[in-house]
C-alpha cells in the first residue's frame, strides 16, 4: 500500500510505460490505461508489481467519458484516493497533408488526446481538489512540441491538438491553483517510441531524422518519464502551469 496512487494513460507502451516503471520505482501505485494491447498492459503492470508497487491495468479509451469515468471509479475501489494523473494517452494517425487526411484520422486523434486530458483532468480534479474534500494532487499532460513546430506536411491537426492541451495545462492550472493540485505539461521532441512508425507510418524517422535535433539524436522514453515524474513529485511544489520541453533543442 502507497499514500501515492497514480494513473498513467496509454500506460501500456512508449512514453506511458517508461513513466509507469518510473513512478513505481519512485513508490507509487500505478493503474496504466490501455486501448487494445492487453498484452503489452499485462507486462507493465508486472513491472510495477516486481517494484513493490500495487499496479493496475484497466481497457479505457481515454476519448470516452463513460469509459474514463468507469477507469476512475477503478482506481478508487482497487487502489485509493488518487494523488497523480498522467495524461499521456495519444497518436497522430498516418501522416498526410490537412486537405487530403481521412476525417476519421483526424477525428480520432483529437478525440484521445483533447477530449481524453479533459474528461480524465476533470475526473481527477473532482477527486484531489481541497475544494471538493480531496487532499490535492499533480497531473501532467503529455504535449509535443508539435504544438509549436505546427508539424506542416506530418500532421497539422495532432498539432493543434497539442496547442489545445498547453492551453488546457495553463488555465487548468490556474483554476485550481488554490486547490492544491499543481497541473503542468511536458513538450517532447522526437521520441524513440513505437508512435513514428506504428501510428504515423513513419518507417525509420528516429533514424532519419536525428539530424534535425540540434542534439543529433532523439530522446528515450525514460528521459520524458524523468520530466513527468519529476513535475509530479514535490520537489516541483512551486511549479504549475508549465510546459517542460524535452527535446534536445529542436
Ligand atoms: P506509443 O508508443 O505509440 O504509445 C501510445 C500509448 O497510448 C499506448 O499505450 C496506447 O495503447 C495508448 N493509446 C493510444 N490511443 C489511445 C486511446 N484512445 N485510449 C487509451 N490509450 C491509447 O506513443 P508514445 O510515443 O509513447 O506517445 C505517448 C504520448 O507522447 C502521446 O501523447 C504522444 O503524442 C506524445 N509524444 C510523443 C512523441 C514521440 O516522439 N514519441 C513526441 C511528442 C509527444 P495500446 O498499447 O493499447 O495501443
Same mark, same amino acid.
Given at each position: ?21 518510473? !513512478?513505481?520505482?519512485?513508490?507509487? #501505485? ?5 486501448? %487494445?494491447?492487453?498484452? &503489452? ?6 513491472? =510495477? ?12 479509451? +481515454? ?18 484516493? !488518487?494523488?497523480? !494523473? ?13 486537405? %487530403?487526411?481521412?476525417?476519421? $484520422? ?5 478525440? +484521445? ?15 484531489? %481538489? ?7 494532487? +499533480? ?29 488546457? $495545462? ?16 511536458? +513538450?517532447?521532441?522526437?521520441? #524513440? ?34 520530466? =513527468?515524474?519529476?513535475? !509530479? ?7 504549475? &502551469?508549465? =510546459? ?7
Amino acid at each position: 500500500m502507497s499514500d501515492k496512487i497514480a494513473i498513467v494513460t496509454g500506460g501500456s507502451r512508449g512514453i506511458g510505460a517508461a513513466t509507469a516503471r518510473m !513512478l513505481a520505482a519512485r513508490g507509487h #501505485d500505478v493503474a496504466i490505461s490501455y486501448l %487494445s494491447n492487453a498484452d &503489452a498492459a499485462a507486462a507493465v503492470v508486472r513491472d =510495477i508489481e516486481a517494484a513493490g508497487q500495487r499496479g493496475l491495468a484497466v481497457q479505457c479509451d +481515454a476519448a470516452s467519458e463513460s469509459e474514463t469515468e468507469r477507469l476512475f471509479e477503478t482506481v478508487d475501489k482497487k487502489l485509493g484516493t !488518487l494523488t497523480a !494523473l498522467v495524461n499521456n494517452a495519444g497518436l497522430t494517425g498516418k501522416v498526410d497533408r490537412l486537405d %487530403s487526411a481521412p476525417a476519421e $484520422t483526424i477525428r480520432t486523434c483529437i478525440d +484521445a488526446s483533447v477530449y481524453g486530458t479533459i474528461w480524465a483532468s476533470r475526473a481527477a480534479v473532482r477527486r484531489m %481538489s481541497t475544494k471538493f474534500g480531496g487532499k490535492g494532487g +499533480a497531473i501532467v499532460n503529455v504535449s509535443s512540441i508539435a504544438s509549436k513546430l505546427g508539424s506542416p506536411n506530418y500532421y497539422v491537426w495532432y498539432a493543434a491538438a497539442k496547442g489545445a492541451i498547453d492551453s488546457l $495545462t495553463i488555465g487548468l492550472a490556474k483554476e485550481v491553483v488554490k486547490e492544491g493540485i499543481r497541473v503542468n505539461a511536458v +513538450a517532447p521532441g522526437i521520441i #524513440d517510441t513505437d508512435i513514428h512508425e506504428v501510428s504515423s507510418g513513419l518507417a525509420g524517422r528516429v533514424e532519419k531524422e536525428a539530424h534535425l535535433v540540434p542534439m543529433g539524436r532523439a530522446g528515450t522514453p525514460e528521459e520524458v518519464a524523468e520530466g =513527468i515524474v519529476w513535475l !509530479l513529485s514535490d520537489a516541483a511544489s512551486y511549479v504549475t &502551469a508549465e =510546459i517542460l520541453q524535452i527535446s534536445g533543442a529542436r
